[in-house]
C-alpha cells in the first residue's frame, strides 16, 4: 500500500452500514473515484467534515486501480458552508457537481475540469449569484460535452461586431447580414447574447457583482434549457429541482397572500 496526495472536490457521500461512508471525489491525478471511509467513534473530525459534499482538500489516501480507494487524512479543508445553509445555493452546487459526473467516466483524468467544478462552488460560497455562476458553467461545460458552440464571431463571416442571433443549424452565432441563412434562428434579444458571449470568455473569479436584470435572466436560463436539450439531452433531477423550486416559492408567496385574505 502507497499513500498518495491528492487534491479533491467532494461530489457526493452516502452512509454505509451504520458510521461508514461511501464517497465520491473528483481528484485531480486520478478523475472520478469512490472511496470508503471507516466512521469510528476515534477517527478524525476534520476527516469526517472533508467528505462533505463541495468540500475540497487535500486528501491522503491508498488508491486503488479496481474497486474502492480509501481515505486515510486530509489537509488544507475548504468546506462551503454558506451552501449548505442555503436551500438554493445546495440546488445549484448539486446541480453543478452532477454535470461535472456526467460529463466524465470515472478514473479519467482532467484536472482542468476539477478546476473548473471548484471554482464554480466557491464563487456560490463567496455569495455570487448562483444562477449567473450556474449559466457560465454551463456554458463552459458544453466543451466537456463535446458540443462546444462559437460565441466569438459570426460562423459565416468570422463578424464580431454589430447584432447577432444564434443558429442550432451553424453551432452558433450569425450577425445580421447572415440572419437570412436560418429561418428558424433564435430571435434572441442583443442582451442575452452580450451575456452568452461575455460567459463563454469569463472565468468565475472575473466575475464581480454582474448584475443581470430579471428578464434577461429568464431568456438566458430557458435560452441554455434549449442549448442543452439540443445538444447534451440530460435530464438529471438536480435541474428539475431547481426548475419546480420556483414554482414552490410562487405557491408559498400566493399561500401566504390568501391566507391574509382570509383571515
Ligand atoms: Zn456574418
Redesign the pocket.
Known amino acids: 500500500m502507497s499513500l498518495k496526495e491528492v487534491r479533491g472536490v467532494v461530489l457526493f457521500n452516502r452512509k454505509h452500514r451504520e458510521r461508514d461512508y461511501l464517497v465520491k471525489i473528483f481528484t485531480d491525478q486520478f478523475g472520478k473515484l469512490m472511496f470508503f471511509v471507516r466512521g469510528s467513534k476515534k477517527s478524525s473530525q476534520s476527516l469526517e467534515q472533508a467528505i462533505q459534499p463541495f468540500a475540497n482538500a487535500k486528501y491522503i489516501a491508498d488508491i486503488r486501480n479496481e474497486g474502492l480507494s480509501f481515505l486515510r487524512d486530509t489537509k488544507e479543508l475548504n468546506l462551503m458552508n454558506h451552501i449548505y445553509g442555503d436551500m438554493f445555493k445546495q440546488a445549484y452546487a448539486t446541480y453543478l457537481t452532477n454535470l461535472a459526473d456526467a460529463a466524465l467516466e470515472d478514473r479519467v483524468v482532467d484536472p482542468s475540469l476539477m478546476v473548473e467544478l471548484k471554482s464554480a462552488l466557491e464563487a456560490i460560497n463567496e455569495g455570487k449569484d448562483p444562477e449567473i455562476i450556474t449559466n457560465i458553467y454551463e456554458i463552459h461545460m458544453m466543451k466537456w460535452f463535446g458540443v462546444e458552440q462559437e460565441w466569438k464571431?459570426?460562423?459565416?463571416?468570422?463578424?464580431t461586431k454589430g447584432n447577432f442571433d444564434y443558429s442550432s443549424q451553424y453551432n452558433g452565432l450569425?450577425?445580421?447580414?447572415?440572419w437570412y441563412l436560418d429561418e428558424r434562428r433564435y430571435h434572441l434579444s442583443q442582451r442575452t447574447l452580450y451575456f452568452i458571449r461575455l460567459f463563454s470568455r469569463t472565468s468565475f473569479k472575473q466575475i464581480g457583482n454582474i448584475s443581470v436584470g430579471d428578464e434577461t435572466k429568464r431568456e438566458l436560463r430557458s435560452f441554455i434549457d434549449s442549448l442543452y436539450e439540443e445538444n447534451v439531452g440530460l435530464h438529471l433531477k438536480s435541474k428539475s429541482f431547481i426548475d419546480h423550486m420556483y414554482d414552490f416559492e410562487k405557491l408559498h408567496v400566493d399561500w401566504s397572500k390568501r391566507k391574509k385574505g382570509t383571515d
Open positions: 464571431a459570426c460562423v459565416v463571416c468570422r463578424e450569425l450577425c445580421s447580414r447572415h
